[in-house]
């Protein structure tokens, strides 16, 4: 049981069914039972963090199966669903597609209906796409799933997340409110993570480099499997928690949608030069799909030791992304952008210019960890810029959705790249290629941050 926080009734609250709260309520000698609507109970900070830890499940959830099981078990997903890089890239390829689409729209659907209702449909429909992909379907039929998890975590659910999460933060605490977002969502990313790979390890034989393909699939399917119910759980949790609109907002800051408030945004150039930052740190996100393969092919990492790698990226992310969130704060959420695309930029630099050779682990992992230390600590802090920015929170939306159409393009260009860099130019070079890629997305990122600062501090002055 909780307690209530002191600024309400001493109320203890021991069961939450749907949208209400059961309340044993104190006085003297007698206590008495009632229920309590979620908005009654806002001003309890138990409350209001309940609702972060629910958003940070629900925001990580909904992208393990899409992304984390490439990421993790990259390698043995290629064999077991018989496809080269190139052909997971063209699936990646359809996701990011759809989710383009997606973007505009999903930004005044965030502004219009509540987070509630589009979280918790988006969180089971992805379940359901995820049974599918436990049949490990043909190529062609893959790149249906993607398309369809495209819709389901974007359209419904994007946007709704990173509004509920500005909302959330209120205008002093945005580096801290998307700090512990994406820093919760990378702690419970790497528990996920380090679960499903004892899962794995745990029905490959002892020699894993001995285990035969039918092994792999029973291993890999799983973890999917394994994935699959935990999304589905954590979609009951937010229909359970999530109130239908965030406390304090009145129904007037939940416009409907209108041509002129995307007119509004559009004529903001700080709004662009966000977009053109979230790219270039996207680009840097979606490399991180090729450290668990680099170790593998390069470094001679068997199937379980390039899942470690994959799962060292997860542990970076939440130390990353809630210190760059506090120290946005402290100081501006640019200045921590800098900051991180110059660890970026050296990182992958490092790892393009081949001086890793193989056994040289050590400097491999500091590597490694160095550059997600800076893709990181960008994905804490970028979506705190709409408070520097000065974009009004009742279209923040709508600049979401604006935004996303451009920063996450790298959904539809990056795994195709990615995968002709790699199978063009086998081993070491192909991944070089890559990470040449990512370091001279870094440098245009930090160029635009760069331009971003000045702009601001222009109109301070």
Same mark, same amino acid.
């Given at each position: ?21 059961? &309340? ?11 229920? /309590? ?45 018989? $496809? ?28 219009? @209906? ?9 969180? $089971?429909? *992805?379940? &359901? ?15 249906? &799933? ?60 002892? !020699?894993?480099? =001995? ?29 359970? %928690? $999530? ?9 007037? !800051?939940?416009?409907?949608?209108? @041509?002129?408030?995307?007119?509004? %945004? ?22 991180? !799909? ?51 695309? *110059?660890?970026? /930029? ?28 800076? &893709?990181?600590? /960008? ?18 939306? *709508? ?5 996303? %159409? ?6 539809? @260009? ?8 790699? !199978? ?14 990512? =370091? ?22």
């Amino acid at each position: 049981m909780w307690p209530a926080d002191p600024g309400i009734p001493k109320y203890w609250i021991y069961f939450v069914p749907c949208n209400n709260w059961i &309340i044993q309520y104190e006085s003297g000698q007698t206590q008495t039972n009632t229920t /309590l609507p979620m908005s009654k109970l806002a001003s309890s900070s138990i409350y209001k963090s309940l609702i972060l830890v629910v958003l940070i499940m629900a925001g990580e959830a909904i992208f393990l199966l899409p992304f984390a099981i490439p990421r993790i078990f990259r390698p043995t997903l290629l064999a077991v669903f018989d $496809i080269s890089n190139f052909e997971l890239g063209m699936a990646f390829s359809a996701y990011g597609m759809v989710a383009m689409i997606s973007y505009f729209f999903g930004g005044p659907l965030a502004d219009a @209906f509540s987070t509630r209702k589009l979280m918790t449909v988006a969180m $089971i429909m *992805t379940a &359901i796409g995820g049974v599918f992909f436990a049949f490990v379907p043909a190529g062609a039929v893959l790149a249906l &799933i993607y398309g369809f998890w495209g819709l389901t975590t974007i359209l419904l659910f994007w946007a709704a997340l990173i509004r509920a999460t500005r909302e959330w933060g209120g205008p002093t605490n945005q580096g801290k409110a998307y700090g512990l977002l994406d820093g919760g969502r990378g702690l419970l990313a790497a528990l996920v993570a380090t679960v499903s790979v004892a899962i794995f390890a745990s029905i490959l034989p002892a !020699d894993v480099g =001995a285990a035969s393909l039918p092994e792999k699939r029973e291993a890999l399917v799983k973890v999917i499997w394994f994935f699959t119910g935990f999304v589905m759980v954590v979609g009951l949790l937010v229909w359970i %928690v $999530i109130p239908e609109k965030q406390p304090g907002l009145k129904e007037a !800051d939940r416009p409907k949608f209108s @041509f002129r408030s995307v007119r509004g %945004v559009v004529k903001m150039p700080a709004v662009w030069l966000q977009a053109v930052i979230i790219l270039c740190a996207y680009v840097g996100y979606k490399g991180v !799909d090729d450290f668990a393969l680099y170790a593998s092919e390069v470094h001679g990492y068997d199937d379980v030791q390039s899942a470690r790698i994959g799962t060292l990226a997860f542990w970076i992310r939440p130390f990353a992304a809630m210190a760059a969130g506090f120290l946005g704060d402290r100081k501006t959420a640019s200045w921590g952008i800098v900051l991180s695309f *110059t660890f970026l /930029l050296l990182g992958s630099s490092m790892l393009a210019s081949g001086w890793i050779e193989a056994g040289m682990n050590a400097f491999l992992f500091l590597t490694i960890a160095g550059t997600c230390v800076g &893709i990181y600590a /960008l994905r804490g802090i970028y979506f705190a810029l709409f408070e520097e920015a000065k974009v009004p929170l009742a279209v923040t939306g *709508t600049a979401v959705g604006l935004v996303s %159409v451009i920063g996450y393009t790298p959904d539809i @260009f990056m795994g195709p790249v990615m995968g002709y860099l790699l !199978d063009r130019s086998p081993g070491e070079a192909g991944h070089q290629h890559v990470f040449i890629l990512l =370091a001279g997305f870094a440098f245009s990122g930090l160029l635009a941050t760069l331009i971003f600062r000045r702009i601001n501090q222009r109109k301070s002055t």
